[in-house]
Nanobody, 120 residues
Framework: QVQLVESGGGLVQAGGSLRVSCAHSGRTFSMGWFRQAPGKERELVAAISTTGLNTYYKGSVKGRFTISKDNAKNTVYLQMNSLKPEDTAVYYC????????????????WGQGTQVTVSS
């Protein structure tokens, strides 16, 4: 059974930084960070493969967000810099049993979400 627990969300001013973490247990492969803003669909923000050699970023976060993982700690991180008000959303950690995937449909395990609010 895979369990995911996010932490690290909060309120930050535009231009600031936050790091969200996801502690996971169980057998997982690809890990992803999704976000969902009010009235919008949940979207993939970043993903990292089992080995860490493959990463994916949504276009609007490239160069600002960095996904990383510490396999020894079973933890995945999303470092968010130069935050913008449009980054405001609930951020969800998700796990897939696919070796590498950027398809939401292949992420079957989800955390409870952590709120990130960026004020202008």
């Amino acid at each position: 059974q895979v369990q995911l627990v996010e932490s690290g969300g909060g309120l930050v001013q535009a231009g600031g930084s936050l790091r969200v973490s996801c502690a996971h247990s169980g057998r997982t492969f690809s890990m992803g960070w999704f976000r969902q803003a009010p009235g919008k669909e949940r979207e993939l923000v970043a993903a990292i493969s089992t080995t860490g050699l493959n990463t994916y970023y949504k276009g609007s976060v490239k160069g600002r967000f960095t996904i990383s993982k510490d396999n020894a700690k079973n933890t995945v991180y999303l470092q968010m810099n130069s935050l913008k008000p449009e980054d405001t959303a609930v951020y969800y950690c998700a796990a897939s049993t696919a070796f590498w995937s950027t398809s939401k449909a292949e992420y079957g395990y989800w955390g409870q979400g952590t709120q990130v609010t960026v004020s202008s």
